[in-house]
C-alpha cells in the first residue's frame, strides 16, 4: 500500500532555505507510469502547487516562486525532495506531497498528511 | 494561464439535500479533477476527467461538465461531508497545475 510521508524542519528563519523530504513506501520511486509533486496550503488558504518531477528528474515549476524552488528524486533511498530558498512568512504552509497519476500525470492521486512549515525568527 | 473559479465560496445545506458546486475555467479545458479536504485532513481524489469517480469514493459524489464550466454533485448530503472541495486542471502549455480557490460546504 501506497504510503508518503513528509519530514523536516517545522520552523524556519527568514531568508533562510526550507528542506523536505517524502518518503515514499509501497511503489517504486522510478516507475515511469508517475511524477511525484509537491503542493502547500497557507493558513486559512486554498492549494498551491509548487512543483512536480518525474524518475528521470524532469521537473516543471510554479513561476510565481521566482525560481526558488528545486525538487529532486533519490531512488536509492526511495524519496524526493524540495528545497524553498530566501523563504519569508509567506511561506508559512502545510506542505503537502503527492503521486501524480493519470494521462501525463494530470492529477494528484495520493497525498501524504502534510507537515507544518513556519517561518520565523 | 487558464484560472480555475469555484462558486458559491460556501455552500450550507441540510442533511438529505443535493450539493451543486461549480467550477468555471478562463478558457475551455477537456480535462478536470475534484478533490475533498475534510477538516485538517490532507486532500483527497473525488473524481478525475470530469466526471470519473477515484476508487472507494461512493455514488452519491458526481461530476459532470465540459468546456469551461464543470459540476460537482453531491446527490444526498451526509455530516461527514463537511469540507472544502477543490477543482484542479493540469496544462500543457507551459506545464502547470492549477487549483480553484474552493468551495466550502457545510451541514445546517
Known amino acids: 500500500q501506497l504510503q508518503l510521508q513528509e519530514s523536516g524542519p517545522g520552523l524556519v528563519k527568514p531568508s533562510e532555505t526550507l528542506s523536505l523530504t517524502c518518503n515514499v513506501s509501497g511503489a517504486s520511486i522510478t516507475s515511469s507510469s508517475y511524477f511525484w509533486g509537491w503542493i502547500r496550503q497557507s493558513p486559512g488558504k486554498g492549494l498551491e502547487w509548487i512543483g512536480s518531477i518525474n524518475y528521470s528528474g524532469t521537473t516543471y515549476y510554479n513561476p510565481s516562486l521566482n525560481s526558488r524552488a528545486t525538487i529532486s528524486v533519490d531512488s536509492s533511498k526511495k524519496q524526493f525532495s524540495l528545497r524553498l530558498t530566501s523563504v519569508t512568512a509567506a511561506d508559512t504552509a502545510v506542505y503537502y506531497c503527492?503521486?501524480?497519476?493519470?494521462?501525463?500525470?494530470?492529477?494528484?492521486?495520493?497525498w501524504g498528511q502534510g507537515t507544518q512549515v513556519t517561518v520565523s525568527s | 494561464d487558464i484560472v480555475l473559479t469555484q462558486s458559491p465560496a460556501t455552500l450550507s445545506l441540510s442533511p438529505g439535500e443535493r450539493a451543486t458546486l461549480s467550477c468555471r475555467a478562463s478558457q475551455r479545458v477537456t480535462h478536470l479533477a475534484w478533490y475533498e479536504q475534510k477538516p485538517g485532513q490532507a486532500p483527497r481524489l473525488l473524481i478525475y476527467d470530469a466526471s470519473t469517480r477515484a476508487t472507494g469514493v461512493p455514488g452519491r459524489f458526481s461530476g459532470s461538465g465540459s468546456g469551461t464550466d464543470f459540476t460537482l454533485t453531491i446527490s444526498s448530503l451526509e455530516p461527514g461531508d463537511v469540507a472544502v472541495y477543490y477543482c484542479q486542471h493540469r496544462s500543457i502549455r507551459p506545464p502547470a497545475w492549477t487549483f480553484g480557490q474552493g468551495t466550502k460546504v457545510e451541514i445546517k
Open positions: 503527492a503521486r501524480l497519476f493519470g494521462e501525463i500525470s494530470r492529477y494528484f492521486g495520493f
